[in-house]
C-alpha cells in the first residue's frame, strides 16, 4: 500500500499545523468562489496552451499546399517541407532555455504574456510569407512562444492552485493544447493556409487581453519580498471571504526556510547558483522532473504524432488514413479530458502505471503487426515510410474488408489514450509540482529544453531508421522504454495527491525514504 507523502507521526511530518477544517456550509461557500477565480486565471493562462497545439500542428494542411504551390519562391521540396515542420521543435528548445531567465525574472504571468510577441510576430510573417525564410522564421517564433508557455503556464497554474483542484487544472494545459490542434485541423477544412496564420493571433490577443486582468503568483511575489502584493493576490484567488492567512503563512515558511544565501539571491532575482543546485533538496526532485521529460519523449509520442497519417498509408488499415487520424485525435482529447476528472481521485503514481502498461501494450501491438501482419495495398511512396514496413518480411496482402486491419488504429487508439492520461498530462503536473521554490523557474526551462531537444533527435531519426531497420524497430524501441517508465515510476516517483505545495518541499528537505514507496 502506497504510503502517504506527509501526515504520519512524528516530528519530521509536523511541517505546519493542521488548520481546523472548516464547517460544510462555511466550506462549500468559500469553495466556490475560490475555484471560480482560480477556473478563470488558469483558463487565461493555458488560452497560451491552445496556441502552442495549433501552433505545433500547422504544418499538416500547409505543407501539402504549399508542396503544390504554383509560386515557385513557396513551392516546397520534401526536405525544405521536413525542415519546416521539424525548425518548430528548435524554436520551442530555446523557448524552454530563455525560460529558465524570464520565469524567475519576469514572473510566471508576464513570462507568459511575453510569449505573445514572438507568437504573433511569426504568424504574421507566416500569414505574409513570400519566401522560404519566412516561413522557417515564422515557425521558429511560435515554436519560441510554445516553449516558453510550456514552461511557465503549468508553473502558474500549480502556484494559484489549491491542493483540492490542483490535479484537475494540472491537466488543462495539456488538454487546451489538444484542443489547439484540433481546432487547426477544423479550420484547416475552411480556410487557405495564410488565413490559418491570421487565425492564430486570436488566441493570442485574447490570452494577453485577459492575463492583465489577473494577479502574479502568490509564491513569486512572495520570494521576491512583495509580501504585500502576494497577500492581496492570495486573496483575489480564494475570495474575500476565504482565510487566507494559514495558507499565506505556510508559503512565507517555506521561503524563510531557504537557506541564507538562497534567500537572499531569491529576493535580488539572482540566478540559481551551482553550490545551491548540489543540495540534495535540490537536484533530487529535478533530476526526476528531468528523467520524467526525457522518458515521457522516449515513449515516442512525438514522431507517432508528426507520422501518423503517413505511418496509417505505410500500414494496412480498413479505414482511409485521414480518418483514422481524425478519430485518433478526438481518442486523445477525451483522454486528457478524463485523466483532468481522474487526477485528484486515484492519484498520479496509478494513472502513470496505468499508461505506461498501456503504451506498452499498443507499441508492442504495432511492432508485432508492422512485422507478421499484412501489407499495405497502396503504400504512401512519398513518405518513404513503406520500405520499412516491408523489410525483411514476407506478409500476405490485406483486403479491404479485413478486420484485422483495425489492429494499426485500435492499437494507436490504446497508446495515445494511454499517454493522454499519464505521461502526457503528469509529467508537466508533477515537474510543477516537485520543483523548490528557488529552483522552479530555472529548472521547469531546463525541462522544456531536454524535452523538446529529445523530440527534435526522435523526430528526425524516425524516418532513417524506419528506412535503416523497418517500420517494427522504432515500435519495439518505445515498448522497452515504456517498460523502463514503470520500473521509474514505481521506484522514483512521488505521490503528489492533495498535498501543497510547501509540504512537498518540506518533505524533500527531510529526505525520508518512505516518500518514495
Known amino acids: 500500500m502506497q504510503e502517504p507523502l506527509l501526515g504520519a507521526e512524528g516530528r519530521d511530518y509536523d511541517t505546519f499545523p493542521e488548520k481546523p477544517p472548516p464547517s460544510p456550509g462555511e466550506r462549500t461557500r468559500v469553495g466556490v468562489l475560490q475555484n471560480k477565480r482560480v477556473f478563470l486565471a488558469t483558463f487565461a493562462a493555458v488560452l497560451g496552451n491552445f496556441s502552442f497545439g495549433y501552433a505545433l500542428v500547422y504544418t499538416s494542411p500547409v505543407i501539402p499546399a504549399l508542396e503544390q504551390s504554383l509560386d515557385p519562391d513557396l513551392n516546397l521540396t520534401k526536405t525544405q517541407a521536413s525542415w519546416f515542420g521539424s525548425v518548430f521543435t528548435l524554436g520551442a528548445a530555446a523557448g ?9 525574472l519576469l514572473g510566471r504571468k508576464l513570462s507568459i504574456m511575453f510569449s505573445a510577441v514572438p507568437s504573433a510576430a511569426g504568424y504574421a510573417l507566416m500569414a505574409g510569407a513570400h519566401g522560404l525564410w519566412m516561413l522557417l522564421l515564422g515557425r521558429m517564433l511560435t515554436g519560441f512562444a510554445g516553449g516558453l508557455t510550456a514552461a511557465c503556464i503549468p508553473v502558474y497554474v500549480s502556484e494559484i492552485a489549491p491542493p483540492s483542484v490542483r490535479g484537475a487544472l494540472g491537466a488543462t494545459p ?3 493544447a489538444v484542443f489547439g490542434s484540433l481546432s487547426l485541423y477544423a479550420l484547416g477544412l475552411l480556410l487557405p493556409w495564410r488565413w490559418l496564420a491570421v487565425a492564430g493571433e486570436g488566441p493570442v490577443l485574447v490570452m494577453v487581453l485577459l492575463l492583465s486582468c489577473m494577479p502574479n503568483s502568490p509564491r513569486f511575489l512572495l520570494s521576491k519580498g512583495r509580501d504585500t502584493e502576494a497577500l492581496q493576490a492570495l486573496a483575489w484567488l480564494r475570495g474575500a471571504d476565504a482565510d487566507t492567512r494559514w495558507e499565506f503563512e505556510q508559503i512565507q515558511d517555506t521561503v524563510q526556510r531557504q537557506p541564507p544565501a538562497a534567500a537572499a539571491s531569491c529576493l535580488q532575482s539572482s540566478p540559481l547558483s551551482w553550490a545551491e543546485a548540489r543540495d540534495p533538496h535540490m537536484y533530487r526532485p529535478i533530476v526526476i522532473a528531468l528523467l520524467m521529460r526525457f522518458l515521457q519523449q522516449l515513449t515516442g509520442i512525438t514522431p507517432i504524432l508528426v507520422y501518423l497519417q503517413s505511418i496509417f498509408d505505410s ?8 480518418d483514422d487520424a481524425a478519430i485518433v485525435g478526438a481518442v486523445r482529447l477525451l483522454s486528457v ?11 498520479r503514481k496509478v494513472l502513470l502505471f496505468v499508461s505506461a502498461a498501456g503504451m506498452f501494450a499498443a507499441n508492442l501491438t504495432l511492432g508485432l503487426y508492422v512485422h507478421f501482419g499484412p501489407k499495405s495495398l497502396a503504400p504512401n511512396s512519398t513518405v518513404g515510410l513503406e520500405r520499412a514496413a516491408l523489410a525483411g518480411t514476407e506478409q500476405p496482402l490485406a483486403t479491404p474488408t479485413s478486420y484485422l486491419t483495425l489492429v494499426p488504429l485500435l492499437a494507436t487508439m490504446l497508446f495515445i489514450m494511454g ?7 503528469i509529467t508537466w503536473l508533477l515537474m510543477s509540482e516537485i520543483l523548490p521554490l528557488r529552483a522552479r523557474g530555472v529548472a521547469s526551462g531546463l525541462c522544456v529544453l531536454v524535452s523538446w531537444l529529445t523530440a527534435f533527435a526522435l523526430t528526425k531519426s524516425f524516418l532513417l531508421v524506419t528506412n535503416a531497420f523497418g517500420l517494427q524497430a522504432p515500435f519495439f524501441f518505445f515498448a522497452a522504454v515504456c517498460l523502463v517508465n514503470l520500473a521509474f515510476t514505481g521506484c522514483c516517483v512521488p505521490e503528489t495527491k492533495g498535498r501543497s505545495l510547501e509540504q512537498i518541499e518540506s518533505f524533500f528537505r527531510t529526505g525520508r525514504r518512505s516518500f518514495l514507496r
Open 419 to 425: 499517454y493522454a492520461m499519464g505521461w502526457g498530462p
Open 174 to 176: 495539456q488538454l487546451m
Open 315 to 322: 500500414t494496412a488499415v480498413l479505414l482511409p488514413p485521414k
Open 96 to 104: 524552454g532555455l530563455s525560460a529558465m531567465v524570464l520565469n524567475d
Open 337 to 347: 479530458l478524463i485523466a483532468a476528472l481522474t487526477m485528484d481521485l486515484a492519484g
